[in-house]
């Protein structure tokens, strides 16, 4: 599998650990264990999960956990008023927050392609308007912490 490929497994795997986190309460540490032990490249129930970068998935639930004051205003921020992210369903927020902090601190990710990510991750999830509200939040929030890497033109779509 390549590194791209596994980084993609990452992103899916820290949506169901921040998910599991917040349902069961459970720490960092508890999710980072029961993940790398249970989850990540195993098949659970009838469903394969994927391989996953062990050390972004770590750097990435940590991150999302320890940034999350920093993460949630700027979120709340992206999203429509009326509607803040605690409004939002768990697995939404889970990932809003991954994506999120992703563009905020991890600038060696380019960030179309995290949003990209992202969105990926919520088909995954969602078949009706979730997907086109995740890329919206999260473009919003890259055009206000990475400005100038959106606003070139992208060589990809010409």
Known sequence: ??????????????????????????????????????????????????????????DLLRGAVEEQRAIDPQVDRALSQGWPLKRLEAVLRAI?????????????????????EYVDVAHSFYTGDEPGLVNAVLDKVAREVRPSELALPDAKRG
């Not at 497994?9 to 249970?38: C, H, N, P, W």
């Not at 098949?43 to 770590?58: C, I, K, L, N, T």
């Open 1 to 58: 599998m390549s590194k791209l490929n596994e980084r993609s497994g990452a992103r899916l795997a820290v949506v169901q650990a921040l998910y599991e986190m917040e349902i069961s309460g459970k720490g960092v540490l508890d999710a980072l264990a029961e993940f790398e032990a249970f989850w990540i490249g195993q098949e659970v129930d009838g469903v394969v999960h994927p391989a996953a970068d062990a050390s972004f998935f770590r």
């Open 96 to 116: 809003l927050r991954a994506g999120t902090y992703e563009l905020m601190f991890r600038r060696d990710v380019p960030a179309r392609s995290a949003i990209s």
